[in-house]
Every structure is written in C-alpha cells, then in structure tokens.
C-alpha cells in the first residue's frame, strides 16, 4: 500500500471516530437548554432531576470528544504538510476564530454547568447551560465554515508557487460566506440536534421496556421526540438546500451521487442501485424519471450534468460516493418515519404500550450516527481527486517526507486507542443509564432549590 492511500486512511479513521461525539454534545447541549428552561418556568421537580441526569452524559460525550479531536490537528503537519501550507492562512483564521468564540466560551462555564447546582442561582446556572450550548454550535461553525472552503474556495488569491504556493484571505467574509458554508452548516447542525434527541429518545424508550424511571422518562421522551422531530423534518429542508448547491458548484460529486454518466433532460433520481464503474451503468436501478431535474432546477426537462462531461482524472470515485450518499438520505428518511410514529402515537395517546415501537425508538439511537457519518464521508469522497476543490489535488497535499510504514504503525497503534476509548466510553455511559437518575435531584437543594423569585 502506498503512503497516499495509508495516509488517507489513518485520516478518514480518526476524523470518523472523532465525528461519534461532537454531533452528540451539540444535541445533548440543545436539549440541555430546553430542560432547563422548563424547570425555570416550572420548577417540576422532574425536569431538574432530568437536566441533573443528561448533564452527566454530556459530559462524558464532550469530554471523550475533545480527547479524539486533538489527534486531527497532528495529522495536519505529520501526513499532510504541504495541505497544511496551503491552506494555513484560510484555516489559521477559522480556527483561531474557534479558540476565541467556541473554546474560551465552553471551558469558561462548562465548570460552572457540571458543578454548579448547588453553589449558584437558578438563573446564573441556566446562563452557563447555554452559553455552553452556544459553545459547541460556534465550535460546529468554525469547523464548518474550514471545510465548506475546501468544497467551495472564495475570498481568496494564491501567492508563491510551486510547493511554496499558498492560499491567502483577501475578504475574510467572503471566506466565511462562502457558496457552500450555510448550506452546510445547516445541515450538520440539524444532524447534530437528531444525534442528541435521539439518545434522549433511545434511553428513556428503554428505561419504559424495563418498567424503571418511568415518570422520568416519559418527560425526558416527550422532549426528545419533539427535537428529533424538529430536526429530522428541518434536515430534509436543509439536505435539499445543499443538493442544489452541490449541483450549481460541484456538479461531478453529484453526477456521482447519483451515478448519473451521461448529461440528461429529464435527469431520474435513483433511489437505489450498483454502479459498475467499468461500464458506467448502474446495475439494478429503480428511479423516479424527471425528479432529480426538478428538484435542482423546479424544470424536469432541464439538464443534468453526466460524469462523461469530466476528465476520468477528475471524477470522483463513483460507487462509494454513491452509496454513501443513498445510505445518508435513506436513513435520513427513516428517522422521520420513526419520529412521526412516535408523535402519532402519543398524540393517541397509546405510546407507552406499543412495545414494538418502544423498540424501534430504542435503537434510534443508530439512526443519526449511521446518516453523520454517511454523509460526511459522502462529502468528502465526493469532492476528490481534490483536497482544495478545483485548486489542489490530494496527492499534492501529502507531505514530502513520511513513509508508508510509519503511518501503517500510526493506524494500528491509533485503531488499538481508539478501540479502548470507545470500549471506555460505552462502558461508561452503560454504568450512567443503568445508575439511572438521581432520585435525590427531585428535591433539589442549595440556590438550586430556591422558589421561584429567589435568585
């Protein structure tokens, strides 16, 4: 195996690790809010108890995804240096703007968030909650912002050449703003809030199979569904936002996430299929004609771009990119099923006996991990053979000097880490939802416990 591909490799395995716990965080943050600010309106004993009891599990998602993500920024300067170059100045901006808006505003209050119940008012508390909150979104946009410049460079000139050529910012807002950041941006977002409600929803979902913590919940439920709801039907909006843009500026990612090879009027949208790369057909093809054209354009017969109409070199790879992407949007789909059963349900008034549903909201929980994932790498397999789209080809990004032995042993020695951490994590968060909640947080005390008016 060559040092490209090893070094692509150990990449895609640590970002895709990394990439379980943050959406997580920003879920689990969101949620966190919406608890707590129903305890403030309320005071019900229970929402503190539910707001005690998700602030453990966020922090063990927060703190596992912070000890992942620190790997990443190495693996810039070992594996891909002359990429680091490149972009130094885009990326130095976005996430020194990260470290400043994101990091200080976290670490300046998460203290205050996991410690401070007793020890500070109501109010100051829900304050640290959401700044916390407003954290790990800004951190999320940061991140974003970075690699939507990599699908869609703007606010840019190039100076120096050769192995010295570098990207530099001439309009930071335009770098910002970029064609595809928002759109993007958007879209992980809504992934993040589905991760975070739908673990909501997958442990009290198995907390009623038990028959244990049956009060809690039923609340914690009812406010899970009504974010994974939210986000899943604010995600199609979102998904749909971001295929058109992906069309008007990277139209070989989607000719590939769609197997589409010739320029087509009336372009179908495939639901599912195999594409052969060497005949360039998509074998076992169910479609819907004319769909994919109105979707992109809202005109059927106007046309769609085909791989044909691009260099070989320059074309993604087809079935991966394909398959990644179908598995993203069927997922996607399938947590709004999943979600709408349980609002239907309940609206019935029926959703705590239907067991079989209980079930399936249980292992919902998979559902938004299987579409993040899915769809990041469908993004980034899709914008190849560019790792700067259109600017910088990925082989160019490799650094000079590393061999392929040494990132072979960093992978082994990374997937065994990784490994545990994940067996740590699991572990852990096991021993927190079998622990269940507190039940001495129903009577809360300290300024915590004050009534309301006191603070």
């Known amino acids: 195996m060559d040092v490209l591909l090893l070094s692509r490799i150990q990449f895609a395995l640590t970002s895709?690790?990394?990439?379980?716990?943050?959406?997580?965080?920003?879920?689990?943050?969101?949620?966190?809010?919406?608890?707590?600010?129903?305890?403030?309106?309320?005071?019900?004993?229970?929402?503190?108890?539910?707001?005690?009891?998700?602030?453990?599990?966020?922090?063990?998602?927060?703190?596992?995804?912070?000890?992942?993500?620190?790997?990443?920024?190495?693996?810039?300067g070992t594996n891909w240096a002359t990429y680091s170059r490149y972009v130094g100045d885009v990326f130095g901006s976005a996430l020194a703007a990260e470290g400043i808006f994101a990091f200080f505003l976290e670490s300046?209050?998460?203290?205050?968030?996991?410690?401070?119940?007793?020890?500070?008012?109501?109010?100051?508390?829900?304050?640290?909650?959401?700044?916390?909150?407003?954290?790990?979104?800004f951190s999320a946009i940061w991140i974003v912002v970075a690699n939507s410049w990599m699908q869609t460079p703007a606010g840019f000139h190039i100076v120096g050449e050769g192995l010295r050529a570098r990207a530099e910012i001439t309009d930071f807002w335009q770098m910002v703003f970029n064609p595809s950041s928002m759109d993007r941006l958007l879209h992980v977002?809504?992934?993040?809030?589905?991760?975070?409600?739908?673990?909501?929803?997958?442990?009290?979902?198995?907390?009623?199979?038990?028959?244990?913590?049956?009060?809690?919940?039923?609340?914690?439920?009812?406010?899970g569904l009504v974010v994974g709801m939210a986000a899943s039907l604010l995600q199609l909006v979102s998904g749909h936002s971001s295929g058109v843009g992906v069309a008007r500026n990277q139209p070989a990612k989607l000719a590939a996430f769609e197997g589409l090879y010739d320029t087509t009027a009336h372009?179908?949208?495939t639901l599912f299929g195999w594409v052969d790369e060497k005949t360039e057909t998509v074998k076992g093809e169910v479609a819907i004609p004319g769909l994919l054209s109105?979707?992109?354009?809202?005109?059927?017969?106007?046309?769609?771009?085909?791989?044909?109409?691009?260099?070989?070199?320059?074309?993604?790879?087809?079935?991966?990119?394909f398959q990644l992407y179908h598995i993203m949007v069927a997922v996607g789909f399938g947590m709004i099923v999943v979600a709408g059963l349980g609002f239907l349900y309940f609206w019935q008034?029926?959703?705590f006996e239907k067991r079989w549903l209980l079930w399936l909201l249980a292992l919902s929980v998979l559902g938004p991990q299987i579409a993040n994932e899915a769809g990041?790498?469908?993004?980034?397999?899709?914008?190849?053979?560019?790792?700067?789209?259109?600017?910088?080809?990925?082989?160019?990004?490799?650094?000079?000097?590393?061999?392929a032995d040494a990132v072979l042993t960093a992978i082994v020695l990374f997937s065994l880490v990784y490994l545990l951490l994940f067996a740590v994590f699991v572990y852990l968060l096991n021993d927190k939802i079998q622990?269940?909640?507190?039940?001495?947080?129903?009577?809360?005390?300290?300024?915590?416990?004050m009534r309301p008016g006191k603070s």
């Open 435 to 449: 622990h269940g909640p507190e039940a001495a947080d129903l009577t809360p005390s300290g300024k915590m416990g």
């Open 349 to 351: 008034g029926s959703l």
């Open 16 to 76: 895709g690790f990394h990439y379980l716990y943050p959406p997580l965080s920003i879920g689990l943050g969101l949620v966190l809010v919406i608890i707590e600010g129903l305890w403030l309106k309320n005071r019900n004993p229970l929402y503190h108890q539910m707001a005690r009891f998700w602030t453990r599990v966020f922090a063990l998602t927060f703190a596992i995804g912070v000890a992942t993500g620190i790997v990443l920024e190495f693996e810039f």
């Open 108 to 137: 300046g209050f998460l203290a205050v968030l996991l410690f401070g119940w007793n020890r500070v008012s109501p109010k100051v508390h829900f304050l640290a909650t959401c700044m916390v909150c407003l954290g790990a979104h």
């Open 267 to 269: 372009a179908p949208l």
């Open 189 to 223: 977002l809504c992934g993040a809030w589905q991760a975070g409600a739908f673990l909501v929803v997958s442990v009290s979902a198995w907390y009623l199979l038990k028959n244990r913590h049956e009060a809690f919940a039923r609340a914690s439920l009812r406010v």
């Open 376 to 403: 990041w790498f469908a993004a980034e397999v899709g914008r190849q053979p560019w790792i700067v789209y259109g600017l910088l080809r990925t082989p160019a990004g490799l650094s000079a000097v590393v061999k």
């Open 294 to 321: 109105y979707l992109v354009h809202k005109d059927a017969s106007k046309p769609i771009e085909g791989l044909r109409d691009f260099k070989p070199e320059d074309r993604p790879p087809v079935n991966v990119s």
